[in-house]
Structure formats: C-alpha cells, structure tokens
C-alpha cells in the first residue's frame, strides 16, 4: 500500500491519544500537562475526540488533571456530548439485556460482543466507551426466528426483502439491522455468514464451546472467550482502516484489562481463521500508541511480521494526521490484500470484500429480485466511482 500524503501529527491528537486509557502512568500525566502548558485548537480537539469515539475518557482525565485551561463554553460542550453519550449507552446495555431474554425466551442461542460488553470488559463502566448499537451473534439457521423475535420488540428490518430472513433467498446481508424508530435504537445481527472480514468463516459452535460471562447490570451475559474477542477486536478495526482511537484503544485496554489471556489460545483461533495478520496488526497498533503488556514471545511474534509493522506505521501516521485523505480503490484493495498471508489468498480476501455487496450498495440502487445477483458486479463499479483510482490516504466508510 503506498504511503499516503499527509500532514504531520497534530499536537490535539497526540493529546487524545494520551487520554484514550482509564489509567494514566507518572509518565502519561506528566505528558498531558505538559500538552496542557502549550496553545490547544480546543474546537479541534473537541470535535476529534467525539469523532474518535474517546470523549468521556478525556472528560474525566482533564476533570480529574486540570480544567482550568479550558474555556468554559469548551467545557459545557464537552461534558454535554458525554452525558447525552453516556445516557445512550445505558439505555442500549438495559436493550441488550431485554432482547438477549426475548431470545432466549424463543430457543435462540445469542451472543452479544462489542457495545455495553466491551465497555464493561475493557473499561469497566458502561458510560466510559461510546457505542450507537448493540451486536448479537448468532447461528444462520436461527436468524427467522430472531426475526420475529425483534418484531415483536418493536424494531423494523433496515434490509430489503431480497435478503429474506425466513430462507426464501440465498442472498446474505453484510449484517441483519434491526430499527427501533421511536426510540432511536439499533441491533445488529450477525452470523457466521456476514461475519466476511475475517478471513475464513468463523465456527459459532466452536466459539460457543468456549464462552465467558460478563456482569451486565446486575445480569450475567454471556460473551465469546478474552482470547476470541480479542481477534474480534482486531477484526473489526482492520475492516474499518483502523480510522477512530477508540478501536486501537479497545484492543489495548482489552488486553491490559485479561493479564492472564492465554495467548496460544487467541493464535490457535487467528489462525483458525486465517487472521494472524490482522491481529498482529492490531497488537502493533495498540503496542507503538498505548505501549502495552504482551509476552516477549508474543511481541516478538508481532515484530516479526514486518508487513505488519509498516501497515500499522502508515495507519498511525494517519490517525494522528490533522485531516484525512480518503484511501483510492487501489489502495484500499491492497491494503485487504494484505491482511492475509499468502499473495493467492490476500487477492481472494482482497476480491471477496471487494464483490460481496454491503448496505451501501443496495441503498445506492434497489434491483429487484431477479437481478439481485448483479449486485456483486456493481459493487466494484460503485466503489471505483466513490473512491477513485488514485486518491490516498484513510477511508472512512465503515460499510466497504
């Protein structure tokens, strides 16, 4: 992937990447006042750390460190933006569990990952770790009876019908999104079959076998393995370019807060799935902007992917650019294509995503069923014409 032009690191980025942990070190403190002595773009800063997902972590650092750099309209903004965020996260963790019991109540075994399990898993408080949406794994063969499940909660499905759920189409959807208009609520439903950034199919019976509990308000939810929701992790910042600190910060804070996360387990399922790559990635990442604690064999695993380490070179020069330059076709190609080992099978990684159609293109032009093949053949048409052939630089479209 060629090196995109970008400006250099801004000293308001480099400020949120030191506040983007609940913990701060002598050294980390001493940083931020230091950042905090010089002029800030408040504005700037502001604005990125609601863009990067981190805004009720600087909240409370610069509460706890120093408030009175700051304006106080800068202030009243920001705490505005993380209550709203907070009181929406507590209503999405007490949905989760109200959906998880309206499921099991109907015989659907579900998984939630992501959103209020995260927040409680790697921050250990559901209001400090922003989220619009709630996410639920569960079997394909179950998603018919999900769906009436969420019908009957009051959510609509936010997915043409040629993406049936009662098995009427072989058709699958990038994810079954679920609506819940009046109350400005979403759920995802995923299954083994629109989990397609990972490699190779992940096994929900597999990953079921190895299940841990979170407490969730007052109600233990289960949850996928430290080991498999660490892949998870990394999974999930590489389909999405790795743009927001929060996804980077979610893979360190996950692993500071499993000290005891068997390693040789997380390995046996990132290549179970075919994604060593990605989750070297992701560790090298967490590892150059939040230093954190992994083996010497394990560090020495993920330096010695040297593919790895250059991709997570330009992704953060990248996220700690001031503005950002969207990444070309070609680039974004080669930068799936390299998320695998092997050229062979980095061009079909490269190639499935590529034509496999996501919500973007149905929503860009509705065909009707008979056709509704020749989605996978505009896809790279549509992504050619929103991205060009030679811009440079970080997506920003988590749909692709």
């Not at 504005?43 to 750390?49: M, P, V, Y």
């Not at 807060?257 to 046996?268: G, K, L, M, N, V």
């Amino acid at each position: 992937m060629a090196t995109p032009t970008i400006d250099l690191a801004c000293p308001e980025k480099q400020f949120l990447v030191c506040c983007s942990r609940t913990r701060l070190d002598a050294a980390t403190t001493d940083e931020i006042r230091a950042a905090l002595a010089q002029p800030l773009d408040w504005d700037l800063l502001i604005s990125a750390a609601a863009e990067h997902g981190v805004a009720p972590l600087l909240l409370r650092h610069l509460s706890q460190i120093s408030t009175i750099v700051v304006s106080p309209e800068h202030f009243k903004r920001l705490k505005e933006h993380v209550r709203m965020a907070s009181l929406r996260s507590l209503v999405l963790a007490a949905e989760l569990i109200r959906v998880l019991d309206a499921l099991f109540a109907a015989g659907v075994e579900a998984f939630p990952y992501k959103g209020p399990i995260l927040a409680v898993q790697a921050y250990g408080d559901v209001a400090l770790r922003e989220f619009e949406d709630v996410d639920i794994v569960l079997r394909q063969r179950d998603i018919a009876a999900a769906d009436r499940v969420l019908s009957e909660l009051g959510y609509s499905r936010e997915f043409p019908p040629i993406f049936s759920p009662n098995g009427t189409s072989s058709l699958i959807p990038g994810e079954y999104n679920y609506r819940d208009r009046d109350r400005r609520l979403m759920v995802e439903l995923h299954t083994e079959h629109t989990l397609r950034h990972f490699p190779s199919r992940p096994d929900i019976d597999e990953l079921a076998a190895r299940l841990a509990y979170v407490c969730l308000s007052g109600h233990d939810v289960r949850t996928f393995s430290p080991e498999d929701t660490l892949v998870f992790l990394c999974v999930h910042g590489a389909k999405d370019f790795w743009q927001r600190f929060i996804w980077v910060a979610d893979v360190a804070q996950f692993a500071a807060s499993h000290p005891r996360i068997d390693w040789d387990r997380a390995y046996a399922f990132a290549d179970a799935v075919r994604a060593r790559r990605i989750l070297h990635l992701g560790l090298a990442l967490a590892d150059r902007l939040f230093q954190i604690s992994m083996p010497d064999e394990v560090r020495s695993r993920v330096h010695a992917d040297a593919r790895a380490g250059s991709i997570a070179s330009r992704m953060m020069r990248c996220l700690l650019a001031r503005n950002h330059v969207p990444l070309s076709a070609r680039a974004t190609f080669a930068y799936r294509r390299q998320m695998a080992l092997g050229t062979l099978e980095g061009i079909r990684y490269a190639t499935r995503l590529a034509t496999a159609p996501a919500a973007d293109d149905w929503q860009s032009m509705r065909l009707p069923c008979p056709l509704a093949p020749l989605y996978s053949a505009l896809r790279p048409l549509r992504l050619l014409r929103k991205y060009g052939a030679s811009r440079q630089g970080t997506a920003r479209n988590p749909q692709t």
